[in-house]
Protein backbone atom coordinates (compact mmCIF):
# COMPACT_ATOMS: atom_id res chain seq x y z
CA UNK A 1 0.00 0.00 0.00
CA UNK A 2 1.46 2.98 -0.96
CA UNK A 3 -0.89 6.03 0.17
CA UNK A 4 1.68 8.75 -1.34
CA UNK A 5 3.73 8.32 -4.47
CA UNK A 6 6.23 10.70 -5.40
CA UNK A 7 8.66 11.21 -8.77
CA UNK A 8 11.10 11.23 -9.43
CA UNK A 9 13.01 9.06 -6.97
CA UNK A 10 16.19 11.24 -7.75
CA UNK A 11 16.68 14.15 -9.56
CA UNK A 12 20.14 15.62 -10.83
CA UNK A 13 20.12 19.40 -11.97
CA UNK A 14 22.61 22.10 -12.59
CA UNK A 15 22.61 25.32 -10.53
CA UNK A 16 20.02 27.43 -11.80
CA UNK A 17 17.77 25.33 -13.37
CA UNK A 18 13.58 25.51 -12.47
CA UNK A 19 12.94 22.21 -10.43
CA UNK A 20 9.55 20.02 -9.72
CA UNK A 21 9.05 17.65 -7.60
CA UNK A 22 5.48 15.87 -7.84
CA UNK A 23 3.15 13.97 -5.37
CA UNK A 24 0.24 12.29 -5.54
CA UNK A 25 -2.10 10.51 -2.83
CA UNK A 26 -4.84 8.15 -2.89
CA UNK A 27 -6.54 9.05 0.55
CA UNK A 28 -8.87 12.11 1.47
CA UNK A 29 -6.48 14.19 3.14
CA UNK A 30 -7.00 17.15 6.35
CA UNK A 31 -3.50 18.64 4.37
CA UNK A 32 -0.58 18.41 2.64
CA UNK A 33 2.73 18.55 4.08
CA UNK A 34 6.18 19.21 2.15
CA UNK A 35 9.73 17.98 4.39
CA UNK A 36 12.68 18.47 3.82
CA UNK A 37 15.78 16.49 5.17
CA UNK A 38 19.08 17.50 4.45
CA UNK A 39 22.03 14.69 4.23
CA UNK A 40 23.15 15.49 8.14
CA UNK A 41 19.41 13.77 9.06
CA UNK A 42 17.01 16.71 10.36
CA UNK A 43 13.69 17.09 8.78
CA UNK A 44 12.39 20.20 8.12
CA UNK A 45 8.81 20.98 7.63
CA UNK A 46 8.82 23.50 4.70
CA UNK A 47 4.73 24.05 3.76
CA UNK A 48 1.60 23.10 4.96
CA UNK A 49 -1.37 23.55 2.50
CA UNK A 50 -4.72 22.09 2.18
CA UNK A 51 -5.48 24.16 -1.00
CA UNK A 52 -4.09 26.59 -3.54
CA UNK A 53 -0.40 27.68 -3.76
CA UNK A 54 2.33 29.08 -1.30
CA UNK A 55 5.65 30.64 -1.83
CA UNK A 56 8.43 30.67 0.23
CA UNK A 57 11.55 32.73 -1.38
CA UNK A 58 12.23 30.56 -4.25
CA UNK A 59 10.40 27.10 -2.94
CA UNK A 60 6.76 27.50 -4.56
CA UNK A 61 3.88 24.60 -3.84
CA UNK A 62 0.69 24.09 -5.03
CA UNK A 63 -2.01 21.49 -4.50
CA UNK A 64 -4.76 20.57 -6.77
CA UNK A 65 -7.41 18.79 -4.49
CA UNK A 66 -9.39 17.12 -7.20
CA UNK A 67 -6.62 15.13 -8.71
CA UNK A 68 -5.15 14.40 -5.72
CA UNK A 69 -1.46 15.86 -6.83
CA UNK A 70 0.60 18.45 -5.49
CA UNK A 71 4.05 20.15 -7.12
CA UNK A 72 6.91 21.46 -5.10
CA UNK A 73 9.07 23.59 -7.45
CA UNK A 74 12.52 25.03 -6.77
CA UNK A 75 13.52 28.44 -9.27
CA UNK A 76 16.99 29.35 -9.60
CA UNK A 77 18.24 25.97 -7.83
CA UNK A 78 21.57 26.10 -5.87
CA UNK A 79 23.41 23.35 -4.78
CA UNK A 80 22.42 23.99 -0.91
CA UNK A 81 18.90 23.02 -2.47
CA UNK A 82 20.64 19.52 -2.30
CA UNK A 83 18.51 17.28 -0.37
CA UNK A 84 15.62 14.71 0.07
CA UNK A 85 12.43 16.31 -0.22
CA UNK A 86 9.36 14.31 1.16
CA UNK A 87 5.66 14.66 0.72
CA UNK A 88 3.41 13.87 3.32
CA UNK A 89 -0.13 14.04 3.98
CA UNK A 90 -2.72 13.80 7.07
CA UNK A 91 -5.38 11.65 6.53
CA UNK A 92 -8.18 11.38 9.60
CA UNK A 93 -6.25 9.99 12.65
CA UNK A 94 -3.00 8.78 10.32
CA UNK A 95 0.13 11.12 8.70
CA UNK A 96 1.18 9.01 5.59
CA UNK A 97 4.79 9.54 3.82
CA UNK A 98 6.44 9.33 0.59
CA UNK A 99 9.92 7.85 0.09
CA UNK A 100 10.91 11.39 -1.29
CA UNK A 101 13.30 12.79 -3.76
CA UNK A 102 16.60 12.97 -3.52
CA UNK A 103 17.69 16.11 -5.16
CA UNK A 104 21.31 16.83 -6.22
CA UNK A 105 22.03 20.65 -7.63
CA UNK A 106 25.45 20.82 -9.39
CA UNK A 107 27.58 23.82 -9.36
CA UNK B 1 14.37 27.68 22.06
CA UNK B 2 15.62 24.26 21.78
CA UNK B 3 12.62 22.93 19.59
CA UNK B 4 12.28 19.28 20.17
CA UNK B 5 15.16 17.15 21.42
CA UNK B 6 15.94 13.31 21.04
CA UNK B 7 18.71 11.14 23.21
CA UNK B 8 20.66 9.38 23.00
CA UNK B 9 22.04 10.69 19.15
CA UNK B 10 23.32 7.04 18.61
CA UNK B 11 23.12 3.89 20.28
CA UNK B 12 23.93 -0.04 19.55
CA UNK B 13 22.03 -2.73 21.30
CA UNK B 14 22.47 -6.51 21.80
CA UNK B 15 19.64 -8.46 20.39
CA UNK B 16 17.06 -8.84 23.53
CA UNK B 17 18.11 -5.59 25.28
CA UNK B 18 15.98 -3.09 26.33
CA UNK B 19 16.44 1.27 25.94
CA UNK B 20 14.20 4.27 26.23
CA UNK B 21 14.82 6.73 23.99
CA UNK B 22 13.83 9.71 25.35
CA UNK B 23 12.07 12.92 23.49
CA UNK B 24 10.87 16.38 24.95
CA UNK B 25 9.37 19.45 23.14
CA UNK B 26 9.89 23.47 24.69
CA UNK B 27 6.92 24.92 22.24
CA UNK B 28 3.89 24.18 24.33
CA UNK B 29 2.54 21.47 21.88
CA UNK B 30 0.24 19.48 22.99
CA UNK B 31 0.54 16.83 20.16
CA UNK B 32 3.50 14.08 19.79
CA UNK B 33 4.95 11.59 17.48
CA UNK B 34 7.09 8.70 17.10
CA UNK B 35 8.58 7.75 13.58
CA UNK B 36 10.92 5.13 12.26
CA UNK B 37 12.31 6.07 9.26
CA UNK B 38 14.29 2.99 6.98
CA UNK B 39 15.13 2.93 3.37
CA UNK B 40 12.97 2.88 0.67
CA UNK B 41 10.33 2.41 3.20
CA UNK B 42 9.71 6.80 4.10
CA UNK B 43 8.60 7.62 7.71
CA UNK B 44 6.33 5.47 9.41
CA UNK B 45 4.29 6.36 12.84
CA UNK B 46 4.76 4.23 15.51
CA UNK B 47 2.90 5.71 18.38
CA UNK B 48 1.42 9.55 18.83
CA UNK B 49 0.24 11.16 21.52
CA UNK B 50 -2.48 13.65 20.76
CA UNK B 51 -2.44 15.39 24.58
CA UNK B 52 -1.14 14.96 27.40
CA UNK B 53 -2.39 11.23 28.91
CA UNK B 54 -3.41 9.77 25.77
CA UNK B 55 -1.17 7.61 23.38
CA UNK B 56 -2.67 6.02 20.17
CA UNK B 57 -0.83 3.10 17.91
CA UNK B 58 0.39 4.18 14.60
CA UNK B 59 1.01 2.13 11.92
CA UNK B 60 4.35 0.00 12.88
CA UNK B 61 3.89 -0.08 17.15
CA UNK B 62 4.21 -4.03 17.52
CA UNK B 63 7.62 -4.17 19.72
CA UNK B 64 7.40 -0.52 21.00
CA UNK B 65 5.75 1.55 23.88
CA UNK B 66 5.71 5.11 24.92
CA UNK B 67 4.78 6.94 27.81
CA UNK B 68 3.95 10.62 27.88
CA UNK B 69 5.46 11.61 30.75
CA UNK B 70 3.74 15.32 30.83
CA UNK B 71 2.95 18.14 28.26
CA UNK B 72 6.80 17.86 27.57
CA UNK B 73 8.00 14.81 27.18
CA UNK B 74 6.96 11.63 24.96
CA UNK B 75 9.60 8.51 25.77
CA UNK B 76 9.46 5.50 23.26
CA UNK B 77 10.72 1.91 24.91
CA UNK B 78 12.12 -1.14 23.62
CA UNK B 79 11.40 -3.85 25.60
CA UNK B 80 13.48 -6.42 24.02
CA UNK B 81 14.93 -5.06 21.00
CA UNK B 82 15.72 -7.26 17.44
CA UNK B 83 17.58 -6.56 14.80
CA UNK B 84 14.80 -5.38 12.78
CA UNK B 85 14.50 -2.17 15.17
CA UNK B 86 17.94 -1.07 13.43
CA UNK B 87 16.16 2.12 12.12
CA UNK B 88 16.89 5.96 12.43
CA UNK B 89 13.78 7.26 15.27
CA UNK B 90 12.36 10.33 14.87
CA UNK B 91 10.40 11.86 17.79
CA UNK B 92 8.17 15.22 16.46
CA UNK B 93 5.29 17.22 17.69
CA UNK B 94 2.60 19.38 16.91
CA UNK B 95 -0.01 22.15 18.06
CA UNK B 96 -2.61 20.22 17.12
CA UNK B 97 -3.00 16.50 16.50
CA UNK B 98 -1.86 16.49 11.84
CA UNK B 99 -3.55 19.50 11.70
CA UNK B 100 -0.33 21.94 11.91
CA UNK B 101 3.28 21.96 11.14
CA UNK B 102 5.07 19.10 12.12
CA UNK B 103 8.54 19.53 14.14
CA UNK B 104 11.23 16.98 13.81
CA UNK B 105 13.85 16.31 16.66
CA UNK B 106 17.04 15.45 15.20
CA UNK B 107 16.63 11.84 15.19
CA UNK B 108 18.18 8.64 16.83
CA UNK B 109 20.37 5.88 15.11
CA UNK B 110 19.57 2.91 16.46
CA UNK B 111 21.45 -0.38 15.50
CA UNK B 112 20.72 -3.64 16.76
CA UNK B 113 22.95 -6.59 16.61
Known amino acids: KNEVEQSPQNLTAQEEEFITINCSYS?????LHWLQQHPGGGIVSLFM???GKKKHGRLIATINIQEKHSSLHITASHPRDSAVYICAVSSGNQFYFGTGTSLTVIP | NAGVTQTPKFQVLKTGQSMTLQCAQD?????MYWYRQDPGMGLRLIYYSASEGTTDKGEVPNGYNVSRLNKREFSLRLESAAPSQTSVYFC????????????FGPGTRLLVL
Open chain 2, 27 to 31: MNHNS
Open chain 2, 92 to 103: ASTGMVYQETQY
Open chain 1, 49 to 51: LSS
Open chain 1, 27 to 31: VGISA
